[in-house]
């Protein structure tokens, strides 16, 4: 089975190669992919005290961060590597000061995570949710790190448990701390003969609480709401866009948008749609630029904060499968949340759905009596905010578990 992985894996890489002509993001996977070993020679000793993370993309890094920024609290002599899967999440974080290196992940090949493994020798490595590669897996556990599985889930129909999954299940038993997710996914390892599982939830609650006590407005923000009703629009693709275009054009209620991916093209599509009533946020100047209905979020980095100025909140990714983008974002804030209908899989969103704080909708139909709804109803978005807001602090009790572990794990290793 390795051979076969092995095979798999190399092949899928060396596939996708042509490909860069027609994708930036294919591109800038392999770019990043080229440097990563000339980065971790420049920037990591394997003499230091080193200690990795691995994310797949922006959503689990912010589940990474607050643990990065309280052990950098802890421990001084510490040095953080960060290495990302997606050049969406990458490129989005690669200026964050907690780490003293930030780079991608080479592909899962053995010669690759042998030379990985040999230069950055951690002491503890931690694979956040379920991005978890076999032959790094299995390299740390010759180089004798402490191997961590943070914010995971298992179901029984992951492969790990399938009749070809035996191999992998092997792997996943090198693990030394699964923090999971929720009491399935403990209970299924338990079966599995996996008995140092912890029921933990997500410390991205921790991360979004964080926020939240920053309180930090944007001038330009404030302006354009002027305290009124905002609905906010995060990390929209093209199919979100096709539910909620019409709603909002029908609409007086002030509009903020943030597309998913902030490129020109993108940007020029959501201006062609919305013509004279919106703006771009880098073009805000003069007095009627804030007059405007709807407001373009052309830059990165800002939609955690901007989520403060939303009434009620939509998020995207939920008509793509796997791909629902943070939902507790928007909620700290007392948001009401709208998403689309393929959020299974996303605990806090299976929860908050069935608590109410969280609808979710199939077609642009749904979507506009919703939207309409919470417009005219303050009492309801109230409400539902609420339940939302505390959701967040009754699950954001858990994390403390992961990082007391990984503090005493440190501290044993001095």
């Not at 373009?296 to 909140?313: K, M, N, T, V, W």
Request: charged residues 25%; proline residues 2%; glycine residues 4%.
């Amino acid at each position: 089975m390795k051979i076969i992985y092995e095979i798999f894996i190399t092949t899928i890489y060396a596939l996708s190669i042509p490909l860069r002509l027609f994708s930036k993001k294919i591109d800038l996977f392999h770019k990043g992919r080229n440097n990563t070993f000339k980065v971790l020679k420049e920037q990591i000793s394997p003499n230091k005290k080193n200690i990795w993370f691995h994310v797949s993309s922006l959503g689990e890094f912010e589940i990474a961060r607050p643990l990065i920024e309280e052990l950098k609290l802890n421990f001084s002599d510490l040095n953080i590597l960060i290495t990302f899967f997606s050049p969406s999440g990458y490129e989005n974080v690669r200026g964050f000061k907690y780490a003293e290196s930030i780079t991608y992940l080479p592909i899962d090949s053995s010669k690759n995570s042998k030379k990985f493994i040999k230069h950055v020798n951690p002491i503890i490595a931690v694979f956040i949710k379920n991005d978890l590669w076999t032959n790094y897996i299995s390299e740390l556990k010759k180089n004798k790190s402490i191997i961590y599985s943070v914010s995971s889930k298992f179901r029984v129909s992951s492969f790990y448990f399938g009749i070809f999954g035996r191999w992998f299940l092997d792997r996943l038993k090198m693990i030394d701390f699964f923090f999971v997710q929720d009491n399935e996914s403990k209970l299924l390892l338990n079966k599995y003969s996996i008995k140092n599982v912890i029921e933990s939830g997500d410390s991205r609650f921790t991360s979004v609480i964080r926020t939240l006590n920053e309180d930090k407005l944007i001038p330009d923000l404030e302006k354009f709401t002027k305290n009124k009703k905002c609905f906010v629009a995060g990390s929209v693709w093209s199919r979100d866009m096709n539910i909620i275009k019409e709603s909002i054009m029908n609409s007086q209620i002030k509009t903020i948008i943030a597309p998913h991916e902030i490129s020109e093209k993108k940007i020029n599509e959501l201006q062609n749609i919305f013509k004279n009533s919106c703006i771009r946020l880098s073009c805000l100047r003069k007095e009627e630029d804030f007059k405007k209905k709807i407001l373009i979020i052309d830059s990165i980095g800002q939609l955690r904060y901007i989520y403060r100025y939303a009434y009620f909140a939509y998020v995207g990714g939920g008509f793509y499968q796997n791909s629902l983008h943070n939902i507790l974002e928007p909620a700290v804030f007392s948001s009401p949340v709208i998403v689309g209908g393929l959020y299974n899989g996303f605990k806090e969103a299976e929860d908050l759905v069935d608590l109410g704080g969280v609808i979710s909708v199939k077609n642009s139909i749904e979507f506009s009596k919703i939207f309409r709804d919470l417009c005219a109803n303050n009492e309801k978005q109230k409400r539902l905010g609420k339940i939302n807001l505390n959701y967040i602090y009754e699950n954001e009790k858990n994390n403390r578990k992961v990082i007391n572990s990984l503090i005493e794990n440190l501290r044993l290793s001095d």
